[in-house]
């Protein structure tokens, strides 16, 4: 019996968007107007590398990078969560799926000592250049018409299934916990008997519910959470009965 836990980072395991906290770095903590209005839909990643070269090119440094993104809050509930799951482990495989980077991930779980919580980070790969610039790319290609280019989850999703099966490993039951527009793809990906789990209030959620006002519902079931001691108590729950 194995339960494999799929987890968003932005706004799911940390209570902020990494990617706009790191303008914390920046000059009077903001950038400018020009570069701020340059991100194109779908290019989010290619946004964020012209965000790095200007910090790089006014003096921000690795460590300063590094000191901000670690004092980036937990969601509420969040801690308890990963302690939990760490202590169960022979139950839980635990996979990180974002649009952030290995970078700023690889600081925060360190940083809190959670990085042996997880199985698998799948992330847009980064890395600090000779020059002391980070640098980021996409983390695949994709044909998938609903995602950013840089990153489809449900492929990343689908793929890593594929590779535990070959290696006899399979899911009771997975759980989806996300909270953005781009956790949507691979919840549809979920099967009866999976639970998708959207934060309360945010994108995934409404666009959920939009489904099944549609007549269009997702085939798992919808658990819907606001502190991860919901989710928690959800785990716990999923170990009695099993």
């Not at 959920?208 to 001691?229: G, K, N, T, Y």
């Given at each position: 019996m194995k339960f494999l836990l799929v987890f968003d980072f932005d706004h799911t395991i940390v209570d902020e968007n990494s990617d706009t906290w790191i303008v914390r770095c920046a000059p009077d903590q903001k950038l400018p107007n020009g570069l701020r209005s340059s991100c194109r839909p779908g290019r989010w990643t290619e946004y964020m590398g012209t965000v790095f070269v200007y910090l790089g090119d006014s003096g921000v440094q690795e460590d300063d990078m590094k000191r901000t993104m670690t004092a980036i809050p937990f969601t509420a509930g969040m801690v308890d969560l990963l302690g939990f799951i760490g202590k169960n482990k022979e139950f839980f495989d635990c996979i990180i799926v974002s649009d952030s980077n290995t970078v700023f991930i690889d600081w925060i779980l360190k940083a809190a000592d959670f990085h042996e919580v997880f199985d698998g980070v799948f992330t847009n790969p980064a890395a600090f250049s000779s020059t002391g610039y980070l640098t980021v790319r996409n983390f695949h290609a994709h044909r998938c018409p609903k995602c950013p280019k840089n990153l489809c989850k449900r492929k990343v999703l689908k793929e890593f299934l594929e590779k535990q099966l070959e290696r006899g490993v399979t899911y009771t039951q997975i759980v989806y916990i996300g909270d953005g527009g781009n956790d949507?793809?691979?919840?549809?990906?979920?099967?009866?008997?999976?639970?998708a789990m959207p934060r309360h209030g945010y994108?995934?959620?409404?666009?959920?519910?939009?489904?099944?006002?549609?007549?269009?519902?997702?085939?798992?079931?919808?658990?819907?959470?606001?502190?991860?001691?919901e989710i928690m108590s959800y785990l716990k729950r999923l170990l009695k009965e099993n």
């Open positions: 949507l793809c691979p919840v549809m990906f979920l099967k009866k008997g999976d639970v994108t995934l959620e409404k666009k959920i519910s939009q489904l099944s006002r549609d007549f269009c519902p997702v085939e798992c079931s919808v658990l819907v959470w606001s502190s991860a001691v």
